[in-house]
């Protein structure tokens, strides 16, 4: 079965930065899958913030992180990394890791999930 466990979230000021970790265990092992985070705010839906491929050459940041997030991964490729500079109260709310065998945009497809963490960025 698959685990993902994430650190790091916490509070911030506007401007400030975190660096988000999330370290995949139980899956192949083969460092065959695409890892992703997303974020979810209070009343909204879920959104995907960044996505990296098992190369890690092949990332994905959202627009409206463009330039300030930074997503990358593990040289044994278990754990993914967000680093998140710049940020402003926008960024508020959960943040989710997530695992699926080939990368995509939505959240529906993406099986396994991490247990999420908040993200408070104050002004």
């Known amino acids: 079965q698959v685990q993902l466990v994430e650190s790091g979230g916490g509070s911030v000021q506007t401007g400030g930065s975190l660096r988000l970790s999330c370290t995949a265990s139980g899956h192949t092992g083969r460092g065959d899958e695409c890892m992703a985070w997303f974020r979810q705010a209070p009343g909204r839906e879920r959104e995907q913030v960044a996505r990296?491929?098992?190369?890690?050459?092949?990332?994905y940041v959202a627009d409206s992180v463009k330039g300030r997030f930074t997503i990358s991964r593990s040289s044994d490729k278990n754990t993914a990394y967000l680093q998140m500079n710049t940020m402003k109260p926008e960024d508020n709310g959960m943040y989710y890791c997530?695992?699926?065998?080939?990368?995509?945009?939505?959240?529906?497809?993406?099986?396994?999930w991490g247990q999420g963490m908040r993200v408070t960025v104050s002004s």
């Open positions: 990296i491929d098992t190369t890690g050459r092949r990332a």
């Open positions: 997530a695992l699926s065998p080939y990368c995509y945009a939505s959240p529906a497809n993406y099986a396994s």
